[in-house]
């Protein structure tokens, strides 16, 4: 997939600062876009672009950097002018279950609109933006998910996070319909694969998380998985394919209950294994729990369920494919051991 005219076209990148989004710029520099990234503070710049410019010889001359914060219309005009397409990456992800779900939800879903309606003044060909099966698996729907099924935002199974992706894409799709804005979505599973900076998010965060002993022993809950490397590359063929107007795409492979995933890491990396936990937590322990955790709180509804999820829409149209789901749970944890996030004798960074 080669777009001839790629050098004449710019590509706003809002959240640059991401896992994904970062991975998104590398693949369109490579392939010859200029790529503009938002950041809320340019103070970030200047590590960004040496990540990737380490990553990316000789066409880093072709990225630049915008700021605008999201929460406000300040600096959106400015950011989208010019662009041929807007890749919309950034949205809230937080860690646990937060404490403020009204701000969690205003933030991505009003963050989303003031995006596509600066995309949509300035005329852009298409936006591609970042849902997540979080949107898809929480409903009445059965495994595997599909595009057809909708998280059910008055579920009690539906948590701040899991709303905040799904009222944002529905404003999404409205905001689309009513204005005429060509939309692409993409819903990727968990995000794992390299790092290409020194800092990582909620998702790695879960394998630096076992594998420098945090966990004693680990729930009957599991999720599906997607290397970095292929969910950017559906954006960007969602960006281009004209088959992707107005369609939202499912990217994810193999389900991993956190036991299977544990028992890839033990075998791909026996010198940690006395780190990883080695008993499941009973349900009704994790049930107990819920009241005070929030980590607890946030996967109690979803013990035992399969969330597993089907990529063939993608594969069909954007003539999309994978890597082995191992091989991004090895990425992972191979980066965080070249950072030093983990080591054999410590559980923080090197110097």
Known sequence: MVDEHARDRTVLVTGI?????????LQLLEQGYRVRGSLRSLGKSEVIGRDLASHC?????????????????DGLDEAVEGCSYVIHTASPFPPGYPDNEYALIQ??????????????????????????????????????????????VNSPRATPYYKSKTLTEQAAWAFARDTGLDLAVINPSVILGPLLGSSFGTSVGLIHHLMTGRFKGIPRFGFSVVDARDAADAHIRAMTIPAASGQRFIVGGRFFWLGDLVATLRDSFPKYASRLPTSEVPDEIVRSMAASNPDARTIVHELNRDLSVSSAKARRILNWSSRPEEECVRASTQSLIDLGWVTTGNTGPRD
């Open 57 to 73: 010889h000789n066409i880093i001359e072709h990225l630049s950097f915008v700021q605008a914060d999201l929460d406000r219309d």
């Open 17 to 25: 600062g991401g896992f994904l989004a970062q991975h998104v710029a």
């Open 107 to 152: 933030t991505a879903r009003d963050g989303a609109l003031r995006v596509l309606r600066a995309a949509h003044q300035a005329q852009v060909t298409r936006v591609v933006m970042t849902s997540s099966v979080a949107a898809t698996n929480h409903g009445n729907g059965q495994a595997p998910f599909t595009e057809k099924n909708w998280t059910d």
